[in-house]
């Protein structure tokens, strides 16, 4: 048995404190970290009881923003006012995660900060150099069907499992970390880090850094927004696709647009090429079509997982025709 020292802190200072070895690791809501140290893939040497700061608030910036306490549950954040009135697909989206029991459980940081579902990941007879730098990647000739085709190096094809940060990334949401020398910020699309040659690096935090909040930034046509999830099963299953869109449509042209994909990359994937795609068309079949062979244009299927690009690309068509108000 490994031995596991516990800390529980009540304030920021003491947390970074415990935070400084590198074998600790925050423990909010558990229902990542728990997961993997019962599977002896995550081992750390201290579990830091977080639950005890003050980060469990949803509130109104004065710039029409909101700001998302890190300890924040995800059914309280999906629930929330401000949240389903302002970013109703960011609401939707959590949602579509897991069940109920584990989104009362699971908090914002947490979900932010989770781990792929990839089997060879979560086997450690398994080769991955996610769990394992150097160590190869049984995925890359394995059973591949449920891995990315967007953001995959030759190291790694793992796909990022959340739903909730789907949205965030179209949103360009901010995450706000405190350092030991202060508070620095973050943003989304440069939080989640491409696999490249160092999969085990997933995130932009370095050690001994402490996630604090999420910043989402106002956007008035987030209102008209959809998140879209296409998935084995009705409930508790991670996607295979899924679409965040916000439209900003003006006589029926489209004015602006955020796109974000997820079940299909190897981090939450901001697909820039739809919304360019999409500027200044016409609201129709055509100009849906086009920002789908747009975002998808780059992927690099495996043996197993090629369905999803065809997947993907009738996800997110579906996603804009419901933005826009076409639910025929």
């Known amino acids: 048995m490994q031995p596991l020292a516990y800390r529980s802190v009540s304030d920021e200072r003491h947390a970074l404190d415990a935070l400084r070895d590198s074998g600790a690791r925050c423990l909010a809501g ?25 980060l469990d608030r949803v509130e109104a910036l004065p710039d029409g923003g909101v700001r998302v306490g890190a300890l924040v549950r995800n059914s309280d954040m999906a629930n929330h006012d401000l949240i389903r009135t302002r970013y109703p697909f960011l609401s939707r989206a959590i949602l579509a995660g897991a069940s109920g ?66 949205p965030l990334a179209a949103l360009d949401a901010v995450v706000r970390v405190r350092t030991s020398s202060g508070e620095r910020t973050i943003s989304f699309a440069d939080f989640h880090l491409l696999p490249g040659d160092r999969p085990d690096h997933e995130h932009a935090l370095a050690p001994g850094e402490l996630v604090t909040a999420v910043d989402i930034p106002p956007l008035a046509f987030a209102r008209r927004s959809v998140y879209l999830k296409v998935r084995d099963r ?61 975002a998808l244009a780059q992927a690099a299927p495996r043996r197993h997982n090629a369905f999803k690009i065809e997947l993907a690309k009738r996800t997110l068509v579906r996603a804009l025709a419901l933005a826009a108000g076409d639910a025929s």
């Open 234 to 294: 009705a409930s508790y299953a991670f996607a295979l696709a899924s679409a965040a869109v916000a439209l900003d449509l003006d006589a029926g042209r489209v004015r602006g647009a955020r796109v974000a994909l997820g079940g299909v990359a190897t981090k939450p994937w901001r697909a820039r090429e739809a919304e360019a795609a999409l500027a200044g068309r016409a609201a129709d079949g055509d100009a849906w079509r086009a920002a789908a062979d747009a």
């Open 101 to 166: 029991q584990i989104r009362n459980m699971a908090t914002t940081a947490g979900n932010l900060m989770q781990r792929t579902r990839c089997y060879y990941f979560r086997d450690t007879a398994a080769a991955c150099n996610k769990r394992d730098p150097g160590a190869g990647c049984a995925a890359m000739d394995g059973y591949n069907r449920i891995h990315a085709v967007l953001g995959t190096s030759d190291r790694c094809i793992a796909t990022h499992p959340s739903d909730m940060c789907v």
């Open 30 to 54: 558990g229902t990542t970290i728990v997961d993997l140290m019962k599977l002896h893939v995550e081992r750390p040497a201290t579990l830091v009881d977080i639950n005890g700061l003050p």
